[in-house]
């Protein structure tokens, strides 16, 4: 199989098992499957109960569920919260837009700072300052970022009263969602920025023992010289896929982030989903984030195949 | 290089001291922390950390809280340590389609996201901390899975190796023998890393309110505290220390591992 | 025929130079005391065994050891102390006026970056030039060395075999016209046609550039066939010095006697004994455990002598500058 071939069916089929798990859950696990597909304290006659059982194709065989649910999937559709009144999936992209104005600057901000000040600090492992940075970044690395915002919160909205204590607006103006973003900004680029920090830094740190990274001194480039024209791109290439899986973990991060912060994306939409135990919601979102991913995944492999020449001539 | 010892001693004494509060929780807290005393009090005196809603004196919550940490840590990293290795090594030494097929497991795995899983899983669930544990632990084996495939596929071409195949021993035999005490000082590191991720994990499950209403564990005295009028009356002492406390215990954990990675890369450099 | 600059100043002056490295099993001393010249336009073969510390000179005079070496001595080139100097100014010198060309030319380059790119970067770096113009310059440089083709430039070394990435190394150190090129074991993992073949290229250039040659191998023929004067070097010390070709004919230190005997043509004769520890060198006379000519006073090291050589290869007037570190003489 080629290599293209085999990276794309690899993808394809990490969603059939994953969405497949997804299906599997509400049906294996312990009580009802139709409580696990309605949610907990949803309140229906008995006769809605039975139509809603037909309707939802729990009476057919688990085949022949399997198929209505792909094909509802295929068709956006989501399911239907009983809680909310309103189809999942219009509740989840109405949600998802802000959960993406909160992760994706931040991403991109923590990205390109770490990697750099991440490259910076492995080439320049010994110096005395530069310890003191790395072990900073290390502690906010070892912070569960909740508590980090936590910390944020406390400082600086409520014995500073410099910014708003939640949600993503109160006037809707654009300087004032920027005011209110701030800070969740910060914390979620913190957090982002140290974990890409620290793979940067340890790539670097073995790229400096190279050979190539020798000629170029005997060649005369002097230190930062030879970190940016050589080890940089070298020591970036191995560690894109590692960085493009830490994505996953980083958006659970912006989870956490609203959720504290008490703003209305998805990760509030989780959290009241959890509390209410709003089955279809949680399941929808876990498809939703599962997508975005494996999209970061995707982007990454391609992004590093057409970076690094060596996987281009093959 | 001195500086980095400095860093792994303090890990060590922080990681000990941590250890030894979980090992002697009753011992060294001053109150059974499930007694209740009067709710919301500040530190004083008699609480030095206060109590919280219910009246169970905070510092003894925060002493007991280590033993959640570190079994969840421990038991996630455990397990995945076991099965990153056993796929790894069955990956590096086998090669041809064994590997293919495990790596292309180990991808998928990967793909996962991970906590996400964990709070549908726990919401359907309601788990106990081993059941998060075991959770954690399915997911989390893929790092170090690559990691013993890449130095199983290196120290698989290596001359004893060769020999002890070329002798006849049976495969069972040299992946014990032969192949495994050699893998072993890439897996501790990873072992501790691990066992920092899954305190993460641990104490985010338990601020999502997810985790083990029966176990104190310091995530939960922090949703505790945020969902039940501690933040917003700025009663730092209830979420601020345990905070601190994960913080710190996983930072104890990271340095080690650090300091188990120096150590194996110096011993590379010798060879 | 004899060099007609042997008598100028020297360009590169070393005056006791000692290497040791502090490791985990105990101090390393890789040279001791080793002193030379290298004179304008001639080429100086540093020859031993593996590991007996030539390389180790090399790169002290680079100031590219790593950093749990410790180095004594002098390199004084040009009037200054290279080894006084500090990493910004040697920045300046490496490359531009002393430049070295690796062994294991695939891994020394960066195996994703164009190979005119990495040539290019001299130009760019240490004097300015604009790339597209150093582009140009270095595609010149490849033709020049046997790699005509346009396309060369933009492809990558892992494209390469290691004949051609050893090439790319010798344009790399040879386009800024330095005044020494220090070549470490350059026929190394090329075969034997090939080797011969970078090697008079590799001299082609030198002298049209009109720079230095400090060679560094273990391979003899190599060394006698392309050098004007030879230095053996043994457990880190130079041995023996000077014209190559009575070095060869004339052998005075027992060792580069050994040494000779070893090789094909003279017999194929093993040195007996082993190579010794550089933790824990031989006392006085490095080689006296296995020299068949040793007497009671190798237990204390000898100096560098001059010695009078047959004449055979020099005029009446000139100094031979042969010398010997043995009781012998």
């Not at chain 1, 312990?30 to 059982?53: C, F, H, K, M, Q």
């Not at chain 2, 993460?200 to 309110?209: D, H, N, P, V």
Request: aromatic fraction near 10%; charged fraction near 15%.
């Amino acid at each position: 199989m080629s290599h293209t071939a085999k990276r794309w069916s690899r993808y394809i089929i990490a969603i059939v098992i994953i969405f497949s798990l997804n299906f599997i859950i509400p049906r294996a696990m312990p009580g009802d499957p139709l409580t696990n597909l309605l949610g907990e304290d949803v309140i229906l006659t008995d006769s809605t109960v039975a139509e809603l059982r037909s309707e939802m194709g729990l009476d057919r065989s688990w085949s022949q569920q399997y198929l209505d649910y792909w094909w509802g999937i295929l068709h956006l559709d989501l399911g239907y919260s009983f809680h909310r009144h309103s189809p999942v999936s219009e509740i989840i992209f109405s949600r998802m837009k802000w959960t993406l104005l909160l992760a994706l600057p931040s991403l991109l901000l923590g990205g390109v700072l770490g990697t750099f000040l991440g490259a910076l600090a492995g080439w320049r492992s010994r110096r005395k300052g530069q310890k003191m940075q790395t072990a900073l970044f290390l502690a906010i690395y070892c912070t569960p970022p909740y508590f980090l915002c936590l910390l944020a919160l406390y400082l600086l909205s409520f014995k500073l009263d410099l910014f708003p204590l939640k949600g993503f607006y109160t006037t809707g103006s654009a300087a004032d969602i920027a005011h209110h973003l701030f800070l969740p900004i910060l914390v979620m680029t913190l957090f982002s920025l140290s974990r890409n920090y620290m793979i940067m830094r340890g790539s670097v740190l073995q790229e400096k023992s190279s050979l190539y990274a020798a000629f170029a001194r005997a060649k005369g480039l002097y230190d930062d010289e030879i970190l940016f024209r050589h080890v940089f791109k070298n020591a970036l290439l191995p560690i894109i896929t590692l960085l493009a899986m830490d994505f996953g973990f980083i958006l659970s991060g912006a989870l956490f982030v609203e959720i504290v912060f008490s703003m209305n994306g998805m990760g509030n939409l989780i959290y009241d989903a959890l509390l209410s135990r709003d089955y279809p919601v949680l399941q929808g979102s876990f498809l939703i984030i599962t997508i975005m991913v494996v999209s970061a995944n995707l982007l990454a492999d391609l992004l590093y195949s057409s970076l690094d020449p060596r996987v281009r001539w093959q | 290089m001195p500086d980095v010892t400095k860093f792994s001693r303090g890990g060590l004494i922080l990681f000990l001291s941590f250890l030894l509060m979980a090992v002697f929780s009753p011992a060294l807290a001053p109150y059974d922390p499930w007694v209740r005393f009067e709710p919301y009090l500040p530190p004083g005196h008699e609480h030095l950390l206060g109590t919280n809603d219910m009246g169970h004196d905070i510092l003894s919550e925060l002493i007991f809280g280590s033993r959640v940490s570190l079994i969840v840590g421990f038991g996630a990293a455990l397990m995945a340590t076991l099965i990153g290795t056993a796929v790894g090594l069955l990956a590096g030494y086998f090669k041809g389609t064994t590997d293919e097929i495990l790596m292309g497991i180990t991808d998928i795995f990967l793909m996962i996201p991970q906590i996400p899983l964990i709070i549908v899983l726990a919401a359907f669930l309601r788990p106990s901390f081993w059941m998060v544990a075991l959770i954690m632990g399915s997911l989390w084996w893929t790092s170090t899975a690559r990691v013993v495939r890449s130095k199983a596929l290196q120290v698989r071409e290596m001359g004893f190796v060769q020999a002890s195949r070329a002798l006849g021993f049976s495969d069972r035999h040299i992946i014990f023998t032969d192949m495994l005490p050699n893998i072993f000082h890439v897996i501790m590191p990873k072992f501790m890393l691990s066992i920092a991720s899954a305190m993460i994990a641990e104490a985010s499950i338990s601020f999502l309110g997810l985790g083990d209403p029966t176990m104190k564990s310091w995530g939960m005295m922090i949703n505790f505290a945020f969902t039940r009028g501690g933040f917003i009356n700025g009663y730092w002492w209830w979420y601020l220390t345990p905070g601190l406390c994960i913080t710190l215990f996983v930072l104890s954990v990271v340095l080690l591992g650090f300091a188990l990675e120096e150590q194996e890369e110096a011993t590379m450099r010798l060879e | 025929m004899s060099s007609p600059l042997a008598n100028a100043a020297p360009l590169l002056q070393i005056e006791g130079l000692s290497v040791s490295f502090e490791t985990p099993l105990g101090r390393v001393k890789a040279a001791q005391d080793v002193c030379f010249d290298l004179r304008e336009g001639e080429t100086l073969a540093l020859v031993g065994e593996t590991g007996c510390g030539k390389s180790v000179v090399a790169s002290a005079i680079m100031k590219l050891l790593p950093h749990n070496a410790s180095v004594q001595g002098r390199a004084v080139f040009a009037g200054r102390d290279l080894l006084a100097l500090g990493e910004k100014e040697m920045a300046r010198i490496r490359g531009s006026e002393i430049a070295i060309v690796f062994q294991n030319p695939s891994l020394a380059l960066n195996p994703i970056m164009r190979v005119g790119e990495q040539i290019a970067e001299m130009l760019q770096v240490h004097k300015g030039v604009s790339r597209s113009r150093s582009l140009q310059m270095a595609e010149d440089m490849l033709s020049r060395l046997g790699l005509v083709k346009k396309e060369t430039a933009s492809m990558y070394p892992f494209q390469f075999s290691g004949g051609m990435n050893q090439r790319v190394m010798i344009a790399t150190s040879m386009i800024l016209s330095p005044r020494i090129i220090i070549a470490d074991e350059p026929s190394k993992g090329l075969d034997g046609v090939l080797a011969g073949e970078v090697m008079v290229e590799m001299a082609r250039i030198k002298d049209q550039v009109g720079a230095s040659l400090l060679l560094i191998t273990h391979d003899l023929l190599l060394a006698r066939d392309i050098s004007d004067r030879m230095a053996v070097m043994y457990c880190g010390e130079i041995v023996e010095i000077g014209k190559s070709r009575e070095v060869f004919s004339e052998p005075l230190h027992p060792y580069t006697n050994a040494l000779l005997s070893c090789l094909p043509e003279r017999g194929f004769q093993p040195i007996p004994g082993s190579s010794p520890s550089m933790i824990e060198p031989p006392a006085g006379c490095k080689f006296h455990p296995r020299c068949p000519q040793k007497q009671d006073k190798c237990m204390r090291r000898p100096e560098m002598v001059q010695v009078e050589s047959s004449g055979e290869f020099s005029g009446a007037n000139e100094s031979t500058g042969r010398e010997v570190r043995c009781w012998l003489y």
